[in-house]
């Protein structure tokens, strides 16, 4: 599967849809994954909670200068990371300056192949036609020369431009994967065509038209010579359209074509060798997601996009591929669970108390227990508002409420205190204040007092309060 680079934004999981053999997304990768691994085959949710990092996997580094981005909601975009940074658009791909053509040197001041000044070349040798026959026959093969070399350097720069063309064209995802990453590497690595070719022969050229004055020089003092030898002027005609030929080479457009087709490739070739030569963290970064701890009625979001300019086109401009929207979640948690109380339930009833000091024993009803219970379970929902967080663990202050049975009935319990929450607030541990009614006896009676007249046990209900520690578990989260 591939994610192709569409004409303008657009949000990732819609470019996807658009490709073959579609994966549906993973149903909650945050859960699964630290940092959550987002590829081409396999997608966020478009929607995260309290995720820590996120690792962009094989971003395409031939085709786009492309870089990950964190925006929150209400601020701006932060900056690319260092070493993603694109150039701004229309930027010029190249800094080779155009040619600078020497004017040709009169003819007074040009030097032969030879190296002697016409000047010095009076009283003209006996072999100086012979000299001027060999001088147009080098002319004339190095004018033949220099075309067909400046023909293969624009064949070979046609070449490679289409080299590079094809492989921008046939990796065109923004996010690759494993095989596909590997596919690039070796075709960047064994592509034989793409590369960058030899410049313009611009000194090769002048210097062969800086040779003609001086050859027009040997025929003026040749002419007799010439004109006995050579009836035909063949000579003259030969050099006239060497020269010529090397003209049309030095006017031509060919050489601005070559330097332009230069400039692609020296531009793709470094981005084929940065390609090459780029490590596991510039290909697949990661990024750090930072919820940070929110007073009451606050949320934040963290929006995650890829940024990137695509260097195929012929004005890069800038662009984004939403990728999925990271939702920190709310100070408050709304949990519910059991706990134990250390608070003391007794139940009181008449007990028969035998005393074996006298003869025979004797049996009376007092004032005893009929169940004393040191520690109590209760039910209880608590609302936990973290205010702090280390990783996995957070640091909440909780409050809440309980149902217990005592011998007092059913009673309400309140509880307050630290909580700690574990595994991102899959549980939560509270060590608590606990506040509840017990049942006592009134005022004046105690255990072992005898029963007397009394037909039932003097008690009241009375406030206690004590230790309690409750275990919890959220059923509602603040967005």
């Known amino acids: 599967m591939r994610w192709h680079h569409l004409a303008g934004p657009l949000s990732l999981v819609a470019a996807l849809c658009m490709c073959s053999n579609a994966e549906k997304p993973a149903k909650d990768s945050s859960k699964s994954q630290k940092p959550l691994q987002v590829s081409a085959t396999n997608l966020p949710p478009a929607t995260t909670t309290n995720v820590e990092s996120v690792q962009f996997m094989y971003l395409n580094l031939f085709r786009y200068n492309i870089w990950p981005n964190v925006q929150d909601k209400l601020s701006n975009p932060q900056p690319p990371p260092a ?172 050489a601005a074509t070559l330097d332009s087709e230069i400039s692609y490739l020296e531009t793709w070739q470094a981005r084929s060798i940065a390609a090459q030569n780029a490590t596991k963290d510039q290909w697949s970064p990661t990024v750090t997601l930072t919820c940070h701890s929110q007073w009451f009625g606050k949320t934040e979001q963290q929006i995650v996009s890829i940024d990137y300019f695509d260097m195929s086109a012929s004005t890069p401009s800038q662009q984004t591929a939403d990728s999925f929207t990271n939702s920190c979640l709310g100070s408050l948690t709304i949990s519910s669970g059991i706990g134990i109380s250390t608070v003391r339930s007794s139940t009181f009833a008449f007990t028969p108390m035998t005393d074996f000091s006298v003869n025979p024993p004797t049996t009376t009803p007092v004032i005893g227990y009929a169940a004393d219970s040191r520690i109590l379970p209760i039910y209880l929902g608590v609302m936990n508002y973290e205010f702090a967080r280390k990783k996995s663990l957070g640091f909440d202050f909780a409050g809440g409420a309980g149902v217990g049975s005592s011998s007092a009935g059913t009673t309400s319990d309140f509880f307050l205190g630290p909580s700690f929450a574990f595994a991102h607030r899959a549980i939560f541990v509270s060590p608590s204040f606990h506040l509840t009614q017990r049942q006592t006896l009134q005022d004046g009676y105690k255990v072992g007092d005898p029963q007397g007249s009394l037909t039932s046990v003097p008690t009241i209900n009375r406030w206690r309060y004590g230790f309690a520690i409750t275990f919890t578990f959220p059923v509602l989260q603040t967005p």
């Open 83 to 254: 070493g993603f940074v694109p150039p701004p658009p229309g930027t010029p791909t190249s800094t080779n300056p155009a040619p600078q053509v020497q004017a040709p040197v009169p003819g007074a001041q040009a030097q032969s192949k030879l190296g002697a000044s016409v000047e010095e070349a009076a009283p003209t040798p006996p072999n100086t036609l012979q000299t001027l026959e060999s001088d147009i026959d080098t002319e004339v093969t190095d004018a033949n020369d220099l075309v067909g070399q400046t023909q293969k350097l624009l064949s070979d720069a046609t070449l490679a431009k289409n080299c590079f063309t094809n492989l921008q064209g046939n990796y065109p995802e923004i996010l690759m994967t494993a095989a596909r990453q590997a596919a690039l590497l070796y075709d960047l690595q064994h592509s034989p065509d793409c590369k960058v070719v030899g410049k313009w022969p611009i000194d090769d050229i002048i210097a062969k038209i800086n040779l003609g004055p001086a050859i027009d020089t040997l025929f003026l003092t040749l002419n007799a010579a010439v004109t006995a030898n050579d009836p035909k002027g063949t000579l003259l005609a030969r050099h006239t359209a060497a020269q010529a030929t090397l003209q049309g080479l030095l006017t031509s457009s060919s």
